[in-house]
């Protein structure tokens, strides 16, 4: 499904477009829906401003086959090659261990200023905001073999996975499954002045500045009955005691922060061009690690590791003649 519209009055224009899709897959298990959208809002003040606003994302989900199956699987089972070993029937419904979610839209408002004839400056403003995880099994070494060996007609038998979680009580679930999730707050803002002088040089130039941090952690997503997950592989947490959502494996943060500037000088008369074009910027880089140090408050122990500080300098210049205008 696609819908496309774009309204002018009065010096405003705006652009819409939506789309959807969605389907069971070509191989079992495999249902997917995505949408996307896009819209811009813009706005002539005068003869001289310009602003303009856009924002834009595709939001999906989708389930997904392994890579790597059993080509005796393929013979043994109806589906043939559409056989997907990734899912089961929990409570009536399809679910697979293998499912994908993403949403990482971004927003932009643009500034176009036409200074005088020969002189422009265009500034934009931006961020993202974006999530996106996906699940896998996890447990026990007996417990993750329960996804392979747990099976009916060669799905995956959740429902005789949750009456052995639930069977255990106290000592919590030895199957689950858990999401990989990588997040994201991206803004930054750039600039760039350009202007025409004696009608043969362009000179040009501007700023570009950014901040970025991405948040990346593994948390349970389904016990599949039990009443909690002990969690061994993080160092940081003491008790490995985790619950539904809490955080487990690893949580660590990434910030990268970049300044910079640019600059063009531009020579073109008749069949001649040259250039000269620079840029020095600064960009930073730090890792925060944390762990879970209390059962259901969230309170974290971090370790701010040292920040990396690079500087980079770049700069290029070269010519151009055309020699036969008319080939």
């Not at 993750?144 to 099976?151: C, H, I, L, P, V």
Request: positive net charge; glycine residues 10%; aromatic residues 14%.
């Amino acid at each position: 499904m696609y819908f496309s519209a774009r309204f002018i009055c009065s010096g405003w224009a705006t652009s819409i477009a939506l789309s959807q899709t969605k389907g069971d897959g070509w191989v079992q298990g495999a249902s997917f829906e995505g949408y996307s959208y896009f819209l811009n809002i813009s706005k002539r003040i005068n003869h001289k401003h310009t602003l303009a606003f856009t924002v834009f994302g595709a939001p999906q989900v989708h389930n997904q086959r392994s890579y790597k199956q059993k080509i005796i699987d393929y013979k043994k089972y109806s589906a043939g090659i559409r056989y997907n070993a990734n899912w089961g029937i929990l409570n009536g419904e399809v679910l697979n261990v293998k499912k994908n979610t993403y949403h990482k839209p971004q927003a932009m408002l643009n500034h176009f200023w036409k200074i005088n004839r020969t002189t422009n400056l265009s500034t934009s403003v931006y961020a993202s905001i974006g999530r996106g995880k996906g699940t896998g099994t996890g447990g026990s070494s007996e417990g993750k073999a329960k996804f392979e060996n747990y099976r009916t007609l060669g799905q995956i038998d959740f429902d005789k996975i949750v009456d052995e979680n639930v069977a255990r009580g106290a000592q919590g679930s030895d199957a689950i499954i858990y999401s990989s999730n990588n997040n994201h707050e991206w803004y930054g803002v750039l600039s760039n002045l350009r202007k025409k002088l004696w009608g043969v040089i362009t000179v040009s130039g501007g700023v570009d500045a950014r901040y970025y941090i991405g948040h990346h952690y593994r948390q349970v997503e389904n016990l599949l009955g039990g009443m909690y997950y002990k969690d061994s592989k993080n160092k940081n947490d003491k008790d490995g005691i985790t619950y539904l959502n809490d955080k487990m494996d690893y949580y660590n943060d990434g910030k990268v922060a970049w300044l910079g500037v640019f600059g063009q000088v531009e020579y073109s008369l008749n069949n001649l061009s040259a250039f000269f074009a620079g840029s020095f910027s600064n960009k930073s880089y730090k890792r925060r690690i944390s762990g879970k140090r209390k059962v259901f408050v969230v309170n974290f122990i971090s370790t701010d590791l040292p920040n990396g500080n690079f500087l980079g300098v770049a700069m290029i210049m070269g010519t151009q003649s055309i020699i036969d205008p008319e080939s």
